[in-house]
Nanobody, 125 residues
Framework: QVQLVESGGGLVQAGGSLRLSCAAS????????MGWFRQAPGKERDFVAA????????YYADSVKHRFTISRDNAKNTVSLQMNSLKPEDTAVYYC??????????????????WGQGTQVTVSS
């Protein structure tokens, strides 16, 4: 069993930065691909970024590429999302997720097995 806890959300001005962290307990994440998703009120949960189990391959939604960076530290059992040049449209609850087995991709929420509780990110204009 894996438990995921996100932290680092908050209120930030447009153009600012935040760093989200996801800490895992239970089983190690060393062999799990990891993803970040976000969901705004009334919207579906959208893919943000993902990182392979080895940490050497990353994927980003077009809306965040060149602004967000996903990374992992398997020794610390953590995954992070560095968010720079934040825009009001980035406002959402951000969730980290773990994929224990490959289900055909990393871009859909139903391809992940474990989820954190989410952390709120609010970007003011």
């Amino acid at each position: 069993q894996v438990q995921l806890v996100e932290s680092g959300g908050g209120l930030v001005q447009a153009g600012g930065s935040l760093r989200l962290s996801c800490a895992a307990s239970g089983r190690t994440l060393a062999s799990y691909a990891m993803g970040w998703f976000r969901q705004a009120p009334g919207k579906e949960r959208d893919f943000v970024a993902a990182i392979s189990w080895s940490g050497d391959v990353t994927y980003y939604a077009d809306s965040v590429k060149h602004r967000f960076t996903i990374s992992r530290d398997n020794a610390k059992n953590t995954v992070s999302l560095q968010m720079n040049s934040l825009k009001p449209e980035d406002t959402a609850v951000y969730y980290c997720a773990a994929q224990s087995r490959y289900y055909g991709g990393l871009y859909n929420s139903n391809q992940y097995d474990y989820w954190g509780q989410g952390t709120q990110v609010t970007v003011s204009s």
